[in-house]
């Protein structure tokens, strides 16, 4: 498996493109290649490559469901600690993740089919869901932005 391709996944919010070639996202997408795609980890050990967690804070991002956390350093990372999202990621040890629809647009499935290398497809299928909780996390405080 090459992480440099594009998955088109059952994450464990949504239907995603998934890759660690985030420029190739973008372009998919439509967006402008600055605009920084969230980082989806399958372990704890990995997310300490990416972001500190604020002391204040470990047990909050150990135990989160469905939640991204943007730290300190401006990263923006979703630990997935379980379920098959999670047995995809171990595969690779992180992604970029992004929803599977053009940028602002609606999911289409024909269209997130045509654009991904890889389509990863369960017995789950795919289903649009609500994307993930968004938190910024300080030193001491957080603050929700979706």
């Known amino acids: 498996m090459n992480p440099k391709r594009v998955y088109l996944a059952q994450t464990d919010t949504t239907v995603g493109f998934l890759s660690q070639d ?3 996202l973008a372009h998919i997408k439509g967006r402008a290649p600055t605009k920084p795609f969230l ?3 399958a372990t704890l050990a990995q997310l300490k490559n990416f972001a500190r967690i604020p ?6 991002v150990r135990h989160a469901k469905r939640t991204t956390f943007v ?21 690779f040890g992180w992604m970029y993740s992004t929803s599977a629809n053009p940028s602002g647009g ?5 269209w997130a ?12 299928g ?15 405080k957080k603050r929700k932005l979706r």
């Open 22 to 24: 985030a420029a190739r």
């Open 39 to 41: 980082i989806t980890v």
């Open 55 to 60: 002391a204040k804070h470990r047990k909050r």
């Open 106 to 110: 609606e999911f289409d499935e024909a």
């Open 113 to 124: 089919r045509k654009q991904a290398d890889v389509i990863v497809e369960d017995n789950r």
């Open 71 to 91: 730290y300190p350093n401006g990263q923006a990372v979703r630990y997935v600690g379980e379920g098959a999202h999670q047995k995809f990621l171990q595969k």
């Open 126 to 140: 795919f289903c649009e869901g609500r994307p993930s909780h968004i938190v910024k996390l300080g030193k001491v």
